[in-house]
């Protein structure tokens, strides 16, 4: 008997193996696939590492989350070199994050059957299934095939390596209780904030195991109740508590935000009510042409009386509380479910992020799986045997559908066409075709794309900032006023987007290194106060201090000294940042003004962030700067 369990555990451990090999062949022709979305915005910096400095400095300024996730920068810093070389050594590493996760889980999955009484070779069987039908799944691929969702995998891989230290030390109750709670405490402080600081949705890790403990795992009875009830309330309860406290207070959205996001807290929560049943249909059927990037267009639920959205939240209360219920008497089916809403409480409730993202699911939907291998292969033998015929078929047809789905990532090219065709009214997708089209096709192509797209959706009419950005690139001596005009008028109804801001600034960059009939830089200045007339983006303080940048940046272009410092001093009021350190301190210093510029420097050391990474950085650039204004005196002291 010992001989067999040991045999079908080697065997478990091949089939996974294979399936990890099977992964990887899946996954490669993504290889080729090229940066997207937000790579460029969060890892362009990696341009500039080239010396120890640098790169700390890149590792330390993260701006994605309010940690800074330095352990996903560290990683990306680490692959510097390849930066000009494109995205394949990036995806490289993503893919074998991925496949170590896959790895991870299967032995957290075997330690967790193990301590619900599950003999060996069983456990390892539906571990080893459970992962295999996890890695292979198609929902999860934009999670490794988007560079910068390494922060969401490796904030995973640092999750299950805290899950599977904890339940290695619950495993040691029985021996050494004491050492074991001392272990299981160890594991949760440690892997949460390793996890965190890749990504904060690793704070989720005491969430995930307050959900087994609640279901398939018992009460230990080597430890009192009042021991386990106080550890359980300080590790478990407490940080559950407190994200809830937290997700409490970002329920009431501001003016601004409600104008950005076209939806308030409530009709968040109600529309990911029906998001999320969605990703679990996508995750059952996997259809590759159903999957992607480009999902911002997703219809907003705008009251519970939408016949859709009332089922789907009505299912999700029944389910919930039936969850709770039901916990000990049906641990599998409240694991699933637990563990779903679980992994989601972050980003698909209230917080004002965007709608929809497949990469959210990466660690949401471990427990739905583990679950349904569970009761396939552990309940009868009817169902183990409907389970032998149904899993090869899910894999063979998730590694199908992977592979198609990889391919097409890989053609970046082909890609752009058919996320514009499958998602015509994306803005995102459509400005992706757009690029490839002016790089393969011409500008006159890549245009006209942007002037239908903009015709049938005239919310999103800011693009024509690109057109006007490119004509003046490739037909500087043509009068351009006309669609300037056109332009401006459209500019007060446009959606709020943070791209409407970096278009103008790119347009003043080129306006200002060259001639551009009937664009100037006065022509930037009436766009941008068009825009910044447009109720959506009226009140927003980020837009605001980024509108007083820009106009502090074509003041200075104008050679106009006062204006720039009053619309420095106007963004400066919207909060610092190492920009607007270094615009304020050579705008001063280069106009002589030293002893204003070492005032301001002081006032900023004063400033700064709570963060003490991001403190540690913004030091740093203040002593670079207060160098720069120091040698720039004594040059004008020796300069007769």
């Not at 700390?56 to 000009?84: C, I, T």
């Not at 988007?146 to 899950?163: D, E, I, P």
């Not at 209230?350 to 939907?365: I, M």
């Not at 992706?432 to 890549?446: D, I, K, P, R, V």
Request: a neutral charge; one cysteine or more.
């Amino acid at each position: 008997m010992k001989n067999l369990t040991l045999a079908s555990r080697r065997l478990s451990l091949l089939g996974l193996v294979f399936v990890l090999l099977l992964t990887w062949f899946c996954y490669r022709p993504a290889l080729s696939g090229a940066f997207l979305l937000d790579d460029l915005s969060n890892l362009g910096g990696l341009a500039r590492v080239d010396d120890s400095r640098s790169f700390v400095n890149f590792v330390l300024s993260g701006r994605a989350g309010p940690l800074g996730r330095p352990m996903a920068l560290w990683s990306f810093a680490m692959q510097a070199d390849h930066w000009e070389q494109g995205a394949h050594a990036f995806l490289r590493v993503n893919i074998l994050i991925h496949m170590i996760n896959a790895a991870l889980l299967a032995w957290c999955l075997y330690a967790l059957a193990l301590l619900h009484s599950v003999e060996k070779r069983r456990a390892a069987f539906v571990a080893a299934t459970a992962a295999s039908i996890w890695v292979l799944m198609p929902l999860l691929a934009p999670a490794t095939l988007l560079v910068v969702q390494r922060m969401t995998t490796l904030s995973a891989l640092f999750v299950l390596l805290g899950l599977a230290a904890y339940l290695i030390a619950r495993s040691r109750l029985p021996v050494k209780p004491g050492m074991a709670l001392i272990g299981m405490s160890a594991s949760l402080v440690v892997a949460t904030a390793l996890a965190a600081f890749a990504k904060e949705t690793g704070v989720l890790l005491p969430v995930f195991v307050l959900v087994l403990e609640a279901t398939v795992l018992d009460r230990p009875k080597e430890v009192t109740n009042r021991l386990w009830r106080v550890w359980r309330a300080t590790f478990l309860l407490l940080p559950t508590m407190a994200i809830i406290a937290y997700l409490s207070t970002r329920v009431s959205y501001p003016d601004w935000l409600i104008a950005r996001r076209d939806f308030n807290g409530w009709e968040r929560l109600l529309t990911e009510a029906r998001i999320l049943w969605l990703y679990l249909f996508k995750a059952l059927v996997g259809l590759p042409g159903q999957l992607g990037v480009f999902h911002n267009d997703y219809p907003i639920s705008r009251t519970l009386f939408q016949p859709l959205t009332f089922l789907a939240c009505g299912a999700w209360v029944g389910t919930f509380v039936a969850a709770l219920v039901w916990r000990r008497r049906y641990p599998l089916f409240a694991l699933a479910v637990l563990w779903y809403v679980a992994g989601h409480v972050l980003e698909s409730t209230v917080l004002s992020l965007e709608l929809y993202f497949e990469h959210r699911n990466y660690l949401p939907l471990v427990g739905p799986v583990f679950a349904l291998c569970s009761i396939l292969f552990l309940r009868s033998d009817q169902l183990r045997r409907a389970g032998m015929m149904i899993v090869p078929v899910v894999l063979f047809v998730n590694a199908w559908f992977l592979f198609s789905f990889a391919s097409l990532w890989g053609e970046p090219s082909v890609a752009s066409r058919y996320w514009a065709i499958t998602n015509p009214t994306s803005v995102r997708a459509v400005s992706n075709l757009a690029m490839y089209q002016q790089a393969e096709e011409g500008y006159a192509q890549a245009l006209n794309t942007i002037d239908r797209f903009t015709l049938e959706n005239p919310r999103f009419a800011y693009l024509k900032i690109v057109e006007v950005n490119i004509l003046c690139r490739i037909a500087p001596d043509q009068d351009h006023g006309q669609l300037v005009a056109d332009t401006e008028k459209l500019l007060a109804q446009v959606d709020f987007s943070y791209n409407a801001g970096d278009m103008l600034s790119q347009l003043s960059d080129t306006v200002a290194s060259g001639e551009c009939q009937g664009v100037t830089l006065e022509t930037v200045v009436r766009l941008a106060d068009q825009l910044r007339g447009n109720w959506r983006y009226a009140d927003d303080p980020v837009y605001i201090q980024f509108h007083h940048k820009l106009m502090a940046g074509i003041a200075r272009r104008s050679g106009d000294y006062a204006a720039t410092l009053d619309k420095l001093e106007k963004a400066i009021a919207f909060g610092l940042s190492s920009e607007l350190n270094t615009m304020m301190a050579t705008t001063l210093s280069g106009a002589g003004n030293f002893d204003a510029a070492y005032e301001f420097l002081d006032s900023a050391e004063a400033r700064k962030p709570w963060n003490p990474l991001r403190a540690l950085v913004w030091q740093w650039n203040l002593d670079e700067l207060r160098n720069y204004v120091e040698e720039l005196e004594k040059y004008s002291s020796e300069v007769p």
